[in-house]
């Protein structure tokens, strides 16, 4: 048991805390809008923590140790690739403005909205079989981490019947987050999300500072400069060809499908719709790219420090009991194994009370994002897949409880699959292959159908079964590759595997960075490439065939004014100063009548925070591309890195905790006195909401 006593007191404290805002929040949720979209008033500060906080998860964390301990300070280098896109996504609101005009509770149903009842249909069902499958690992993951970290057995007795420890953290950790959103729904998982969120930014400061007391820099840097393996480096990023999966093409594809897949996952899809105006939400992306400092900067340091313990000749006793753990935690799956080091390491080696605080920190990560996709997943299945079919709406009441029996389906099947399912590649690559079953084609429908009018119905079926079909055909390729697919080409067609390998072979050889090979453990080609075919392919379709009835069936051009709700179709309160038209194209980029003196400011501390690193990665680029720059001189950038990293993320904690309070307070105060609708329960007539029609006959 790595635990004591005090460390068990701060998961239960924070664990009361959390539980006792859930409560408060039951009495709040009085309508349909409520429980899905918090009837759509929360502030930015209140978003960007809790939809941060939801995003974050025990899983995340855990698959971004396994990715910084493989990649260490160069996956940070390459990911500066993504500030420009980054930059033009939250400057402009880039789809998320636009989603949240819409007024969708879902993206199928926007996409009703767009194109056909049918297309939501397809979609809802697509979505959610991908998001459930996705999800399917979430659990299994975060019980592990538990089981490991705090040293857990495998089994105890309860009441003289023998039960895992693995199924038994499981269902109390579902039952905990299915206990909140039947509270509350949406309103419950923001609430807790915030507080959750808060703490742990609080509690990543505090752990980061004692990584700062517990190693020298300089012991940090030796370790990771003698143990990495040749081209395989931790500190100089340009000479990382040999990294395994993280390595640059990994982050040069990631800023691609990060700009395609803008707002379409669909995890926590009712913080896409719950902010107070389209602008909160475009103020609320902005600020991410704040919040998430602190979470960086934690995210790197423990399986950096972790490395260390592992491959520093000083800390061998610590390294001897940690191996000895990582290699049982492997003895049945290698995979689980490799996840499970830097959890198995920093509970071998950091103080009593700092293992309770981390400990804290990950039951509310694995709480935030269960609740969350929970409510996003059960939510879609009856909107999207149950709603449509109804001729005559849900009462409320009978509405919301079809909800809470739907998200129960979802937390009973991600039980089961945390069971049956086995992880055969790092976390990240199973979830770039599940999420393209959706996400392949869902960029370009959302993209099209937010920004160009003349997107039509057949291309957005046709990006979405392409989309499907080719991420299908990879995740199919990938689990049979060695247990079936490989063994009989060997045996059957070995010509072909050596022509296959030889193309390979010559692409490799051409191209540095790419390490694809054929091997009998793994498919050559990693999830992260088939997604980007995937993308091509569906988006190429959707584009095609969209012209295609433009320019020969004459197909006329979608109302995009009346879907966006702008000019005569505009709904008070939706803007800020009562914009009913707001700017397009490179005005969008530019601060906007919306936007108040402090919005100005947030918006060009952004600005020149993204184009000053951004131009420094440029700079580095070019000149160790024409220069031989020595590993010293990137272990002095990274000291100075990670100091300046530390000091923003100290003073964004405390800015965020102050604006978030204000905006909890101002939601609350919102929620008490609010006129609920009860048409405002994502029906769908005649390509726009039900809750936009006139009310006929006396006000509701």
Not at 41 to 52: E, K, P, T, V
């Amino acid at each position: 048991m790595n635990m004591h006593l005090i460390d068990w007191l701060i998961v239960a404290v924070v664990f009361f805390v959390v539980t006792w805002a859930a409560i408060l929040t039951k009495k709040y949720t009085k309508s349909v809008a409520d429980f899905l979209a918090a009837n759509r008033c929360a502030g930015r500060y209140l978003i960007s923590i809790s939809q941060g906080m939801a995003g974050l998860g025990a899983i995340s964390v855990v698959a971004s140790f396994e990715m910084y301990y493989n990649a260490g300070f160069t996956a940070l280098w390459w990911s500066l690739l993504m500030t420009p896109l980054v930059l033009f996504i939250s400057l402009s609101g880039f789809v998320i403005y636009r989603y949240r005009e819409t007024r969708a509770f879902t993206m199928a149903q926007f996409f009703q909205i767009r194109y056909s009842k049918s297309l939501r249909i397809f979609a809802g069902i697509l979505v959610w079989t991908s998001g459930i499958i996705n999800f399917g690992i979430f659990p299994a993951v975060g019980a592990r981490f538990f089981i490991y970290f705090c040293g857990l057995p495998d089994h105890f007795k309860f009441i003289g019947i023998r039960v895992s420890t693995f199924s038994a953290l499981i269902f109390l950790l579902l039952t905990v987050a299915l206990f909140f959103v039947f509270l509350g729904g949406q309103i419950a998982v923001i609430v807790t999300d915030f507080i959750q969120g808060m703490f742990s930014n609080i509690i990543f400061m505090v752990i980061i500072i004692i990584i700062f007391f517990m190693f020298d820099w300089s012991t940090i840097i030796n370790t990771l400069i003698t143990s990495a393996p040749e081209n395989a480096s931790l500190v100089h990023p340009f000479h990382t060809t040999k990294v395994d999966d993280f390595n640059f093409f990994f982050f040069i594809i990631s800023a691609l499908l990060a700009v395609y897949g803008t707002n379409a996952w669909q995890g926590a899809q009712g913080y896409s719709c719950s902010a107070k105006s389209a602008h909160e939400a475009k103020m609320a992306n902005i600020l991410g790219s704040w919040r998430v400092i602190a979470q960086t900067l934690f995210m790197v340091l423990l399986p950096i420090a972790a490395y260390v313990i592992l491959h520093n000749p000083h800390f061998m006793n610590v390294a001897a009991q940690a191996k000895t753990a990582i290699a049982g935690a492997g003895a049945e799956n290698p995979q689980i194994g490799e996840q499970m080091t830097v959890p198995i390491v920093l509970a071998k080696s950091l103080p009593v009370g700092v293992i309770g605080l981390l400990c804290a920190a990950m039951v509310c990560a694995f709480i935030s994002t269960h609740d969350t996709y929970l409510h996003s997943w059960g939510s879609i299945f009856v909107q999207d897949v149950i709603l449509p079919f109804k001729k005559k709406p849900f009462a409320p009441k009978t509405h919301i409880w079809v909800l809470r029996f739907s998200i129960l389906f979802v937390a009973a099947f991600i039980f089961a699959w945390s069971h049956l399912f086995r992880q055969s590649q790092h976390i990240l690559m199973f979830f770039i292959i599940t999420g393209a079953i959706w996400m392949g084609g869902a960029g370009a429908l959302i993209i099209g159908g937010l920004y160009w009018k003349r997107g039509t119905n057949a291309a957005g079926f046709t990006a979405l079964i392409v989309g499907c079909v080719i991420s299908l055909i990879g995740i199919a390729l990938q689990q049979s590759w060695a247990g079936h697919l490989y063994p009989w080409l060997v045996n059957n067609a070995p010509d072909f595997l050596n022509s296959m390998n030889h193309v390979i072979e010559g692409i490799a050889s051409r191209v540095p960075g790419i390490n694809w090979n054929i091997n009998p453990e793994k498919f050559p080609i990693d999830s992260r490439w088939m997604s980007l075919f995937t993308v091509i392919l569906a988006a190429s379709s959707y584009v095609g065939i969209s012209l295609f009835e433009w320019l020969v069936l004459k197909k006329p051009a979608f109302n995009m004014d009346r879907m966006l709700h702008r000019g005569e179709f505009a709904v008070k309160g939706d803007h800020q100063q009562e914009v009913v038209r707001p700017p397009t194209g490179f005005r969008a980029l530019l601060p906007s009548k919306e936007f108040t003196f402090g919005d100005k400011c947030i918006y060009y501390a952004q600005m020149s925070w993204t184009i000053i690193w951004f131009a420094i990665f440029l700079i580095g680029t070019i000149y160790n591309l024409t220069h031989d720059v020595s590993t010293a001189s990137w272990a002095n950038f990274w000291k100075w890195y990670v100091r300046i990293l530390a000091v923003i993320a100290f003073g964004t904690v405390v800015w965020f905790l102050i604006g978030g309070l204000f905006d909890l307070k101002k939601m609350f105060n919102t929620l008490r006195v609010a006129k609920r609708d009860a048409r405002d329960d994502g029906v769908v007539v005649g390509h726009h909401n039900l809750a936009d029609e006139p009310v006929k006959g006396s006000e509701q």
